[in-house]
Nanobody
Framework: QVQLVESGGGLVQAGGSLRLSCAAS????????MDWYRQTPEKQREFVAR???????NYADSVKGRFTISRDNAKNTVYLQMNSLKPEDTGVYYC???????WGQGTQVTVSS
């Protein structure tokens, strides 16, 4: 059974940093592109970043230059380094594969002003 477990969220002041992790089990991530998404009560789940199987990345305009997605296939884990955080980055962050697997529980990120 495929499972994604996100972790690393928390409460941080604006301008701070967090590193999110997404550990996969039940399948290997190396053959999949992997995405990060975020969701707030006001918005639908929105795309944040993608990393391809050979490391190519792309980002939502709102996070370019501040967030970095990476992967460690040996650990079957994807990361999201978030710097210069803003209050509008607040939300529940999820990772997923392309094509999608069952969603994990996500990890809450709260950025205070």
């Amino acid at each position: 059974q495929v499972q994604l477990v996100e972790s690393g969220g928390g409460l941080v002041q604006a301008g701070g940093s967090l590193r999110l992790s997404c550990a996969a089990s039940g399948s290997i991530i190396s053959i999949y592109a992997m995405d990060w998404y975020r969701q707030t009560p006001e918005k639908q789940r929105e795309f944040v970043a993608r990393i391809g199987t050979i490391g190519a990345t792309n980002y939502a305009d709102s996070v370019k230059g501040r967030f970095t997605i990476s992967r460690d296939n040996a650990k079957n884990t994807v990361y999201l380094q978030m710097n210069s955080l803003k209050p509008e980055d607040t939300g529940v962050y999820y990772c997923n594969a392309v094509p999608k697997w069952p969603w994990g529980q996500g990890t809450q990120v709260t950025v205070s002003s």
